[in-house]
């Protein structure tokens, strides 16, 4: 194996999508903390185009976003054939039982309320990560 080459297995790719900077900054600092690989996408569009590109192994995505909605972006990444196996951890400000039934309906595999510490974000990916196919290895 390319010693320069990030192990897959080892370190799951994770691309964290909000309209917030300072949101997708923290998510994405304390998860490559504990050991995921990150990207970032700031709206829908952009979370569908590097959903495509980078075939992450989970997408934490804000249901909330400006344009083509997190919604949207669920559905549509579960809709293709290529990017449907691709976990999505939706998040939302809407943390009443009914946006975490409704993410779920429309494909969200994992559901967190905001506000909420990167820590809890973690775990339920870790959670949904512990569910799929792959079996990877974090710290």
């Not at 690989?37 to 829908?44: E, I, K, M, N, Q």
């Not at 009914?98 to 969200?108: I, P, Y």
């Amino acid at each position: 194996m390319d010693q320069s080459q990030p192990d897959k297995a080892a370190n799951p790719l994770v691309l964290v999508v909000d309209d917030f900077l300072d949101s997708r900054e923290m998510y994405a600092t304390y998860l490559e903390y504990v050991g995921y690989r990150v990207a970032l996408a700031a709206d829908g569009h952009d979370a569908l185009a590097k959903a495509a590109e980078l075939h992450p192994d989970v997408i934490l995505l804000d249901m909330s976003l400006p344009g083509v909605d997190g919604w949207e972006v669920t559905r549509r990444l579960k809709q293709a054939e290529s990017t449907k196996e691709i976990l999505v951890v939706g998040l939302s400000g809407h943390a009443l039982r009914e946006h975490s039934d409704n993410a779920r309906a429309v494909g969200c595999d994992a559901f967190v309320a905001k506000p909420c510490l990167p820590a809890a974000v973690a775990q339920e990916i870790r959670r949904a990560l512990g569910k799929s196919k792959t079996t990877f290895k974090l710290k």
